[in-house]
Each structure stands twice: as structure tokens, then as C-alpha cells.
């Protein structure tokens, strides 16, 4: 797979220049962490920290598949115990720290304060900050929040 830096336009084929819009293509896997810093740094950083942004694909594949997986896995070892909720209750209580950090670094990337994410707790009006934070695209370049995770600049890749 193929990402251009500029325009974000994805391609199967791997080529040097866009098609979209003839820049610079990266290839390879793109959630590295940066050079110099351990992965363990990195993960609790993504995980934990309320500061700065990150894209709806980092947040879908570095947090809402693994969140998924890991409450899967819980309601399996209920199902195992036969434990009436109790794991997968303790892991959706582990969860809440991850899942409003994340949350609340999607609404930054979309320009939005954390406070955005409060919306969520509200009946009918939770639809918004949803499909907000889950699909649409953040603002371009830089906002109040910090780089545009998607900018050259702050891309990482490998390989």
C-alpha cells in the first residue's frame, strides 16, 4: 500500500508519485513509532495522554480494533468462568481512561475542544460528536491542538 503525503489519497500499487496529485508516495506500515522512542513510551502516550491529535486511522487501528479484540477476549473468559459479567465489567472499567483520551484527541484533530467528547453522554445529541470523531476527516494542517497527524512533517514510516 501506497499514501501520499499531500493529499492522502491511498493505491495499492506501489509508486513513487501520486496520481492524484503527483506528490511524494510512502510505503510500508505507518504505525511506527518514532524514531528514538521505545514502543512502550509510544503506546502509553497513544493511549493515555490528552494531549495532541490523531487520525481516524491511527485511532481506529491503534485504538478501537484492539479495544474490540481486548472486550471480545473478556466476554470469551466470562463465558469460560462463567463469571456473570465480572471481566469483561473490569476491562470496560480499565477502558475508560484510554477510550476518553483517544476520544478526546479526535475532537482535537477536528479543531474541537475535549469537552466536545461530553456530548457523547447525552441522549440524541451523542449522534453528532459519534459520527464526528469515528468518520470524518481532522482539520488540515495545523490547528489550536498541534501538526496535523497526516502532514509530511509529523508522518513516520517504515520499511
Keep these: 500500500m501506497s499514501l501520499c503525503l499531500t ?4 493505491t495499492q ?13 510512502v510505503q510500508g506500515p505507518l504505525l511506527a513509532p518514532p524514531t528514538g ?28 480494533l484492539p ?20 471481566v469483561a465489567g473490569i476491562v470496560m472499567l480499565l477502558s475508560v481512561w484510554p477510550n476518553a483520551a483517544t476520544c478526546v484527541k479526535r475532537a482535537h484533530d477536528r ?5 466536545f467528547v461530553i456530548l457523547m453522554a447525552v441522549p440524541l445529541l451523542s449522534i453528532w460528536p459519534l459520527i464526528e470523531l469515528y468518520f470524518l476527516r481532522g482539520t488540515n494542517g495545523v490547528n489550536e491542538f498541534g501538526p496535523d497527524p497526516l502532514s509530511p512533517s509529523t508522518f513516520k514510516s517504515v520499511g
Design 7 to 10: 493529499c492522502g489519497h491511498e
Design 13 to 25: 500499487m506501489a509508486s513513487a508519485s501520486c496520481s492524484n496529485c503527483g506528490a511524494r508516495m
Design 37 to 64: 522512542e521505545s514502543a512502550a513510551k509510544f503506546w502509553l502516550r497513544e493511549w493515555f495522554s490528552f494531549q495532541g491529535r490523531i487520525s481516524r486511522s491511527s485511532f481506529w487501528l491503534q485504538h478501537e
Design 67 to 86: 479495544m474490540t479484540g481486548i472486550l471480545l477476549m473478556a466476554l470469551f473468559l466470562d463465558t469460560v468462568l462463567k463469571a456473570n459479567g465480572a
Design 111 to 115: 479543531g474541537r475542544s475535549g469537552w
